[in-house]
Protein backbone atom coordinates (compact mmCIF):
# COMPACT_ATOMS: atom_id res chain seq x y z
CA UNK A 1 0.00 0.00 0.00
CA UNK A 2 3.13 2.40 -0.35
CA UNK A 3 5.67 3.38 -3.05
CA UNK A 4 9.23 5.04 -3.41
CA UNK A 5 9.93 6.57 -6.18
CA UNK A 6 13.39 7.80 -5.42
CA UNK A 7 16.87 6.11 -4.54
CA UNK A 8 17.57 6.61 -1.10
CA UNK A 9 14.55 7.56 0.37
CA UNK A 10 13.98 7.47 4.09
CA UNK A 11 10.05 6.25 4.53
CA UNK A 12 7.49 5.02 1.73
CA UNK A 13 4.68 6.92 0.55
CA UNK A 14 0.96 5.75 1.30
CA UNK A 15 -1.48 4.80 -1.92
CA UNK A 16 -4.21 7.48 -1.33
CA UNK A 17 -7.86 6.39 -1.68
CA UNK A 18 -8.83 4.80 -4.90
CA UNK A 19 -5.20 3.08 -5.59
CA UNK A 20 -3.08 0.20 -4.47
CA UNK A 21 0.29 -0.66 -4.62
CA UNK A 22 2.86 -4.28 -4.38
CA UNK A 23 5.88 -4.77 -2.39
CA UNK A 24 8.69 -3.27 -3.88
CA UNK A 25 6.48 -0.61 -6.00
CA UNK A 26 7.69 2.41 -7.02
CA UNK A 27 4.55 3.70 -8.17
CA UNK A 28 0.22 3.63 -7.28
CA UNK A 29 -2.06 2.25 -9.75
CA UNK A 30 -5.51 2.95 -9.64
CA UNK A 31 -8.69 0.64 -8.66
CA UNK A 32 -10.03 -0.72 -11.92
CA UNK A 33 -13.86 0.16 -12.57
CA UNK A 34 -15.87 -1.74 -10.84
CA UNK A 35 -13.15 -1.97 -7.53
CA UNK A 36 -12.42 0.58 -4.82
CA UNK A 37 -10.15 0.92 -1.78
CA UNK A 38 -11.52 3.10 0.95
CA UNK A 39 -8.41 3.52 2.59
CA UNK A 40 -5.14 5.30 2.11
CA UNK A 41 -1.82 2.53 2.06
CA UNK A 42 -3.94 -0.43 0.43
CA UNK A 43 -2.25 -3.27 -0.77
CA UNK A 44 -5.34 -4.58 -3.24
CA UNK A 45 -8.78 -3.01 -4.47
CA UNK A 46 -12.07 -4.25 -3.60
CA UNK A 47 -14.64 -5.43 -5.82
CA UNK A 48 -18.10 -3.68 -6.18
CA UNK A 49 -21.15 -5.75 -4.66
CA UNK A 50 -23.82 -6.78 -6.94
CA UNK A 51 -26.00 -4.10 -7.80
CA UNK A 52 -23.38 -1.37 -7.39
CA UNK A 53 -20.53 -0.27 -9.79
CA UNK A 54 -17.77 2.54 -9.92
CA UNK A 55 -19.85 4.10 -13.23
CA UNK A 56 -17.18 3.01 -15.24
CA UNK A 57 -14.44 5.22 -13.61
CA UNK A 58 -10.76 4.03 -12.62
CA UNK A 59 -9.70 5.12 -8.81
CA UNK A 60 -12.56 5.22 -6.71
CA UNK A 61 -12.94 4.99 -2.99
CA UNK A 62 -16.47 3.58 -2.81
CA UNK A 63 -18.95 2.22 -4.99
CA UNK A 64 -22.72 3.60 -5.45
CA UNK A 65 -25.94 1.97 -5.88
CA UNK A 66 -27.21 0.82 -9.72
CA UNK A 67 -30.25 4.00 -10.37
CA UNK A 68 -33.56 2.66 -10.66
CA UNK A 69 -34.27 0.86 -13.96
CA UNK A 70 -30.57 -0.15 -14.01
CA UNK A 71 -28.65 -3.53 -12.29
CA UNK A 72 -25.04 -4.73 -12.11
CA UNK A 73 -25.32 -8.30 -11.24
CA UNK A 74 -22.10 -9.60 -10.76
CA UNK A 75 -19.41 -8.27 -8.25
CA UNK A 76 -17.16 -6.32 -9.61
CA UNK A 77 -19.30 -4.54 -12.63
CA UNK A 78 -17.63 -1.52 -13.60
CA UNK A 79 -21.34 -0.04 -15.27
CA UNK A 80 -24.69 -0.84 -14.32
CA UNK A 81 -26.91 -2.51 -17.42
CA UNK A 82 -30.25 -0.79 -18.68
CA UNK A 83 -33.29 -3.13 -18.45
CA UNK A 84 -34.53 -4.64 -21.36
CA UNK A 85 -37.60 -3.44 -22.56
CA UNK A 86 -40.43 -5.37 -20.87
CA UNK A 87 -38.73 -5.74 -17.37
CA UNK A 88 -37.72 -3.28 -15.01
CA UNK A 89 -36.07 -3.26 -11.29
CA UNK A 90 -39.64 -1.91 -9.14
CA UNK A 91 -37.76 1.34 -8.64
CA UNK A 92 -35.56 0.09 -6.62
CA UNK A 93 -31.99 1.15 -6.97
CA UNK A 94 -29.07 -1.10 -6.44
CA UNK A 95 -30.52 -4.32 -8.23
CA UNK A 96 -29.06 -7.45 -8.72
CA UNK A 97 -31.53 -8.03 -12.12
CA UNK A 98 -34.33 -6.68 -13.45
CA UNK A 99 -37.76 -8.70 -13.42
CA UNK A 100 -40.53 -8.94 -16.35
CA UNK A 101 -43.38 -6.94 -16.36
CA UNK A 102 -46.43 -8.84 -14.86
CA UNK A 103 -49.60 -8.65 -17.56
CA UNK A 104 -51.43 -5.91 -17.58
CA UNK A 105 -48.46 -3.95 -17.21
CA UNK A 106 -45.43 -2.55 -20.27
CA UNK A 107 -42.11 -1.20 -20.44
CA UNK A 108 -42.26 0.15 -23.67
CA UNK A 109 -38.67 0.90 -24.23
CA UNK A 110 -35.09 -0.27 -22.21
CA UNK A 111 -34.02 1.33 -18.65
CA UNK A 112 -37.64 1.46 -17.07
CA UNK A 113 -37.29 1.94 -13.15
CA UNK A 114 -40.99 0.09 -13.11
CA UNK A 115 -43.91 -0.93 -15.52
CA UNK A 116 -46.74 0.52 -16.14
CA UNK A 117 -50.38 -0.35 -16.28
CA UNK A 118 -52.26 -0.08 -19.81
CA UNK A 119 -55.03 2.19 -20.32
CA UNK A 120 -58.32 1.25 -19.32
CA UNK A 121 -59.90 -0.22 -22.98
CA UNK A 122 -56.26 -1.79 -23.60
CA UNK A 123 -54.49 -4.67 -22.84
CA UNK A 124 -50.95 -6.06 -22.80
CA UNK A 125 -50.43 -7.96 -25.99
CA UNK A 126 -46.20 -8.53 -24.71
CA UNK A 127 -44.55 -6.85 -21.61
CA UNK A 128 -43.36 -4.36 -23.80
CA UNK A 129 -46.86 -3.03 -26.18
CA UNK A 130 -50.63 -2.27 -24.98
CA UNK A 131 -53.29 -2.87 -27.68
CA UNK A 132 -56.90 -1.31 -27.67
CA UNK A 133 -59.77 -4.08 -27.19
CA UNK A 134 -61.53 -4.75 -30.70
CA UNK A 135 -65.16 -3.69 -30.55
CA UNK A 136 -67.50 -6.42 -28.95
CA UNK A 137 -64.63 -6.45 -26.16
CA UNK A 138 -63.83 -4.40 -23.21
CA UNK A 139 -61.81 -3.70 -19.87
CA UNK A 140 -64.32 -3.16 -18.20
CA UNK A 141 -63.10 0.47 -17.33
CA UNK A 142 -60.05 -0.80 -15.44
CA UNK A 143 -56.27 -0.49 -16.30
CA UNK A 144 -53.95 -2.84 -16.37
CA UNK A 145 -55.77 -5.25 -18.18
CA UNK A 146 -54.37 -8.59 -19.34
CA UNK A 147 -56.90 -9.00 -21.67
CA UNK A 148 -60.53 -7.77 -23.27
CA UNK A 149 -63.78 -9.31 -21.90
CA UNK A 150 -66.03 -10.38 -24.33
CA UNK A 151 -69.43 -7.73 -23.83
CA UNK A 152 -72.34 -9.53 -22.41
CA UNK A 153 -75.29 -9.73 -24.13
CA UNK A 154 -77.25 -6.84 -24.15
CA UNK A 155 -74.09 -4.27 -23.69
Known amino acids: GSFSDKNGTVTC ?9 IANATMCNLC ?3 TFSENDGSAECTLCE ?12 KCVACPA ?14 CAAGTSTDNEAGAHYCTDCPA ?13 ACNAG ?16 STEG ?9 CAAGQ
Open 13 to 21: TLCSKGSFS
Open 32 to 34: APG
Open 50 to 61: AGYSTEGVRGED
Open 69 to 82: GQFAADPGTGSCSK
Open 104 to 116: GKIAAEEGAANCT
Open 122 to 137: SYSVSKKLCAVCKAGH
Open 142 to 150: KSGAAECEP
